[in-house]
């Protein structure tokens, strides 16, 4: 398994933006497709988007699509998230996750998950 630590979140108004990171530690960062859930409280938590194994290819929720951007370095072993356009429903604890499947990015599948960081978007 890998160990991961978001950062980034925070508190931002509606329209704006941030950007998410989570650091994985070990040296198999390149092997894994990493993805990006959220839990809003009351509510599943829910996918994101995912990024494959060498950063070729992208998948988004609906939600997001069009304004979050899923990146990664693998020489840094870090994925990112940059969440822009941000609304209040946007608002959630983000975990990043580790060692699922790029398709479909189910949360049952990832075996390693970070502790979350929590990004509240006022309006």
């Known amino acids: 398994q890998v160990q991961l630590v978001e950062s980034g979140g925070g508190l931002v108004q509606a329209g704006g933006s941030l950007r998410l990171s989570c650091a994985a530690s070990g040296r198999a960062f390149s092997r894994y497709t990493m993805a990006w859930f959220r839990q809003a409280p009351g509510k599943e938590r829910e996918f994101v988007g995912a990024?494959?194994?060498?950063?070729?290819?992208?998948n988004y929720a609906d939600s997001v699509k069009g304004r979050f951007i899923i990146s990664r370095d693998n020489a840094k072993s870090t994925v990112y998230l940059q969440m822009n356009s941000l609304k209040p429903e946007d608002t959630a604890v983000y975990y990043c996750?580790?060692?699922?499947?790029?398709?479909?990015?189910?949360?049952?599948?990832?075996?390693?998950w970070g502790q979350g960081t929590q990004v509240t978007v006022s309006s």
């Open positions: 990024i494959s194994t060498t950063g070729g290819s992208t």
């Open positions: 996750a580790a060692g699922g499947s790029f398709y479909p990015s189910l949360a049952s599948d990832f075996r390693s």
